[in-house]
């Protein structure tokens, strides 16, 4: 009996076009499987840890909390700028260096920071003026409040935020990327009291120089008079 030679089979042999298809088929289903996601995910809003914000009270006074370096301190400018501006002298281009120097004397601090007076002295359209501004820099011998800190009734912060009325006060946060933890537990702190709190973007470098919001600038008298300030 006759048997029939098998013919091997070579690789240009096998067609391959099929399998080509199914595959081309599958890697476009997953492209509009993935372009589908990513439009819904768009649609999404995730929702992290964010208490219930309030608005502050009308007409209350912004307080900052500054978070940086793991570390938080309150930031309270207004009552240094009335104890710099104490004294007897009348504001005048002669007085400005006297008034700068009897302030500077009296070494005023708060819990965190360091307060003095500098002035500028400039000529403009021919005339020479005097400007008297305030110098904030960070206390050496204090540190801000851990998150540890933070735990404990002796911490400075806390204590300084008990003292805050929810009528008359609110919390604004200034917050660097090492100091979340310790930001999330000052706001905690906060909410707690009953003090609404916000978010300030920008961030204080120090030393930090206050003009106010109007430069207050004060004429030379060529007479030595009294100048009054514009």
Known sequence: MYRKRRRNIFIDDINLDSLMDILTCLVGIMLLVVIVAVIEARRVNVRMH??????PPENSERKICICKNGRVKLFEIKDARKDLSRHNLT???ENAPKIVRDANSRNITDQYFKYKLGYDEWTEYGRIYRSIFMIVDE?????GDTLEELEESSSRLVKLLAKL???KHWIAFMVDKESLEVFKKTREICIKRGLAT???PGFIKFPYTDRGRDRVK????PRGELSNTQ
């Open 165 to 167: 009325d929810t009528r």
């Open 218 to 221: 004060i004429p030379f008298s």
């Open 198 to 200: 916000g978010w300030d």
């Open 139 to 143: 206390r050496d011998d204090v540190r």
């Open 91 to 93: 504001p005048s281009f």
């Open 50 to 55: 964010m208490p219930m914000v309030k608005d």
